[in-house]
């Protein structure tokens, strides 16, 4: 069926001049925009986005790193959209990433790994109603 995924473009890969790129490859690769703006996340913002790995050793790292400047948030429509968007990024760490996954070719290592994806239905419903109001979202 046609569903939704959540992504961001994360600082590292905006800090590196790759927005356009990456936005390319992936209406490229079939996915419509329906959802899409530059935005800054708090701290605060960071960690409730990221609270389900608040136990993990790399949560302040991790939070540091996602609100450090600019990401490009958006939502993507497409037949299979949560699991052809995460083959589409590749593996979570770069060195384990195939080759043409957008991780293999932008991640610089597995925390600065350019791009998210969300990985279920469910919280790409929730990861985009955190970033975009109703009237944001086509
Ligand atoms: P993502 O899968 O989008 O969401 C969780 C993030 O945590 C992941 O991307 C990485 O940015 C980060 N992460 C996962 N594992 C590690 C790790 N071992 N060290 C640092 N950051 C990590």
Redo the contacts with the bound molecule.
């Keep these: 069926a046609t569903n939704r995924t959540f992504t ?1 473009i ?1 600082p590292d890969a905006v800090e590196d001049g790759h927005i356009g790129a990456i936005l390319e490859k992936i209406t490229a690769s079939g996915f419509r925009i329906v959802a899409l703006k530059l935005t800054q996340m708090t701290v605060a913002d960071a960690q409730e986005f ?1 609270a389900v ?1 608040s136990e ?3 949560y302040g ?2 939070v540091e ?2 609100s450090r400047g600019p990401i490009v948030a958006a939502i993507l429509e497409k037949e299979n959209a949560v699991e052809d968007f995460r083959t589409l990024i590749g593996a ?2 770069p060195a384990d990433a195939a080759e043409g996954t957008i991780r293999k070719m932008y991640a610089k ?5 350019a ?3 969300s ?1 279920s239905d469910e919280n790409a419903a929730i990861e985009g109603a955190f970033h975009f109001s109703g009237r944001e979202m086509f």
């Design positions: 961001m994360k990221y790995h993990r050793p790399f790292e991790l790193f996602m979570t760490n290592s597995v925390g600065e790994n791009v998210h994806g990985d």
